[in-house]
């Protein structure tokens, strides 16, 4: 498998590229155009000898390419993924994939016209070995059936790394388009749910006054035929904390719970990826960081094989658009500036 990387405005391109590479594919080169200097200083010190191709048209053209991988400004990730799938390459970006409901439409015909796919790297679940461990304890019955996800998204802002599209919401869409797309996708996953509705949802900026548009708090209730979920997402992890953020996974099932705290442990384990499981048998502790990642060698397996093992295409649209749903509907917070939606459609 051959891939091409185009969008480098995003450090998470890295952790897609080295999971490509890990998986076994072959990178052909990159596109070095970027809005953030230090993310492709970053890409180039990790991946020194990948190939800098500054025409991205022989990148898209060219037919031994079998998958575009993105992580542009959010805002422009769709208009790149329908190029690409339209010279027959299947494609992976960045959450979140699409900003507007105009972009979902045209990647959604692009995708029934091409047969091509279109994968967004929910990496708060596929490069996060604790959620593959929570996996397999719903798979086995552990805790019965789920019925209750609450997710949170805590983020350090990290003001003086971010480029000044980080705060136009046009650009990155809001903030429960763009974060709260991993909770919603773990909703739908970890519930068995193909759909869901957006019950209630809300946005809010409470920090100082220089970005008074950025939205820096957000949650959702969101509910399917048969499971209830709470999402919140913020940017105000305190500098305080040992990693990015405290983000936790809880699963109530039937039977038994399950909390993931993906990147760190306040009660002073070392790591990341805790799981903590009460079931019938009693309460017990998982240390699950060694468990392997599994999504990038299914994606290449789906783009060979024209299977759907890493996720469905419709879960990827499902997710989309209730992010986009909640996004549009979301009321705003007693107490917080009121910053202008982005265009919904």
């Known amino acids: 498998m051959r891939f091409a990387v185009i969008g480098l ?35 180039e010190e990790r991946f020194p000898a990948l190939t800098k191709v500054t025409e991205r048209r022989r990148l898209i053209e060219d037919p ?21 799938m339209r010279h027959g390459k299947d494609v992976m970006v960045d959450k979140p994939g699409v900003t507007t409901i105009a972009q979902l439409v045209e990647v ?11 994968s967004i790297c929910f990496s708060e679940r596929f490069i996060v070995p604790a959620t593959l461990v929570a996996e397999k304890l719903i798979g086995d019955g552990t805790i019965g059936r789920v019925i209750q996800t609450i997710g949170m998204g805590p983020h350090r802002l990290n003001r003086q790394i971010r480029p000044d599209w980080f705060f136009d919401t046009t650009a990155y869409g ?14 739908l996953h970890f519930t068995g749910s193909r759909d869901a509705q957006i019950i209630a949802s809300s946005v809010g ?27 919140r997402v913020d940017w105000f992890t305190a500098d305080g904390l040992s990693n990015w953020g405290d983000g936790r996974l809880f699963i109530l099932g039937t039977e038994g719970t399950i909390e993931l705290r993906k990147y760190v442990d306040l009660a002073g384990r070392p790591g990341t990826d805790h799981v903590f499981v009460v079931d019938r048998q009693g309460t017990r502790y998982i240390e699950a960081h060694r468990e392997p990642l599994v ?6 397996t789906d783009v060979r094989d024209r299977t759907e093992t890493a996720m469905r295409q419709d879960h990827v649209f499902a997710v989309c658009r209730l992010a986009l749903q909640a996004q549009a509907d979301a009321s705003y917070l007693t107490g917080s500036a009121r910053p202008g939606h982005p265009e919904s459609s």
Do not use: K, N, W
């Open 205 to 231: 900026h409470f920090g100082d006054g220089e970005y008074p548009g950025f939205q820096d708090f957000g949650d959702i209730l969101l509910r399917s035929e048969g499971a209830s979920g709470y999402i």
């Open 295 to 300: 999504y990038f060698d299914r994606f290449l």
């Open 108 to 118: 959604e015909a692009c995708v029934a016209e091409t047969g091509r796919i279109f």
């Open 9 to 43: 405005d995003h450090r998470h391109i890295y952790h897609m590229v080295e999971g490509l590479l890990a998986a076994g594919a072959a990178c052909v080169g990159y596109d070095p155009a970027t809005s953030d200097a230090r993310v492709l200083a970053g890409f």
């Open 64 to 84: 031994t390419v079998d998958v575009v991988v993105c992580a542009a400004i959010p805002r422009d990730r769709a208009a790149i993924a329908v190029e690409a």
């Open 174 to 187: 809001g903030i429960l388009a763009d974060i709260a797309s991993h909770q919603i996708d773990q909703f």
